[in-house]
């Protein structure tokens, strides 16, 4: 069975993409209408770390001296175009920025690629446009530093990396909220995430199995954490659309071998080999399609096995089919 989260999903969201005119041009960015009504499925805190520095709409911009692990360090320095030092300013901004998210009970959160501020992967410290580094900004170093899921903007973009996204992010939300107390919790939600790890992380996938191959029945906590801080980090790393397709077609395949999707209505559903060359909609629309089927055919569909449901669709399957009709 598909494990399912009927919570909507709190994340927070740099305020510039969420269509906020916070930039320091008075401008935005719209990154989240593309979800459309999946919107519905998330509690958004839009936040802006150089608003809450007090530098103001429309600003000057800003560049660091060094990346902003250097800068929380105290060893880099944030400086608008006429340099002035906003360094403490911002920090303070950033600071305020986490506790309103922490507040709001987030976890996840999309950031704007790139910015001196928020950018995490990637941030742009000096003044020129194309200097940027391998790093984060001022607060996406402190977003690092609290092991949520961070998503980029970029992300949203694309349909299919979406999903790719969206998959790896309720996955990681649930096994982050499961309990691992005993070896046995460890196998229990290895079984339900490895095909997205062996996805995504074919060498750790492989080290994992080795690992709870060899794992003792009482195994230490220290141990149990460890091995769920892996597979947590695996679940971060995004696919690719040949290696998201080549796990659709084999899950689908062996449900069909298996017998486990015969008798189902599979609608308009066609799934191509991964030679046949397939447009991306189309791939969305067929990954969608097999989470929806998975969902009321109470099926594991290993590539996307943590699926968001509303709550009262839930409650109604499961009164249409209680979990022990099939047991008569
Ligand atoms: S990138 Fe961050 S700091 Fe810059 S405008 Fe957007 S929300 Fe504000």
């Known amino acids: 069975m598909p494990e399912i989260i009927t919570a909507k999903v709190p994340i ?16 935005s960015f719209d990154a989240v209408s593309m979800l459309g009504r999946e919107g519905q499925d998330f509690a958004f805190t839009p936040v802006c770390p150089e608003c809450m520095a007090g530098l103001g ?14 800068v929380l360090a105290g060893t880099a320095r944030v400086k608008d175009r006429r340099g002035h030092d906003v360094t403490e300013a911002l920090v303070a901004g950033s600071r305020a920025c986490l506790d309103a998210l922490e507040r709001a009970g987030v976890r996840a959160m999309i950031v704007k690629e790139a910015s001196p501020s928020c950018g995490v992967f990637k941030a742009r410290v000096g003044r020129k446009r194309n200097e940027q580094i391998e790093g984060a900004g001022v607060f996406g170093a402190m977003l690092l530093d609290t092991g949520w899921f961070l998503i980029p903007d970029s992300a949203l973009a694309n349909p299919l990396l979406w999903w790719d996204w969206r998959r790896r992010l309720h996955a990681w939300l649930w096994l ?3 309990e691992i107390a005993r070896s046995k919790d460890i196998y229990d939600a290895w079984h339900v995430l490895k095909f997205i790890v062996q996805e995504t992380d074919r060498p750790l996938a492989d080290r994992i199995g080795r690992e709870l191959a060899a794992l003792p029945t009482n195994a230490p906590q220290a141990l149990l954490d460890a091995m769920r801080d892996d ?16 796990a659709m077609w084999k899950t689908y395949v062996h449900a069909k071998k298996s017998g486990t999707l015969s008798g ?18 189309q791939l969305v629309k067929e990954l969608t399609v097999l989470e929806r089927v998975s969902f009321e055919n109470d099926l594991l569909f290993g590539t996307s096995p943590v699926i968001r449901r509303d709550g009262r669709r839930v409650a109604a399957r499961e009164k249409e089919s209680p979990p022990d009709a099939s047991a008569t």
């Open 264 to 281: 189902i209505d599979l609608h308009d559903l066609t799934v191509n080999s991964p030679e046949v060359s397939e447009n991306l909609m």
């Open 176 to 178: 982050s909220d499961r």
């Open 12 to 27: 927070g969201v740099s305020a510039c993409v969420y269509r906020c005119p916070v930039r320091y041009n008075g401008k």
């Open 57 to 70: 709409v429309p600003r000057m911009p800003i560049h660091l001296s060094g990346p902003g692990q250097d």
């Open 231 to 246: 597979i947590l980090g695996a679940l971060r790393k995004p696919s690719t659309r040949p290696r998201i397709k080549q």
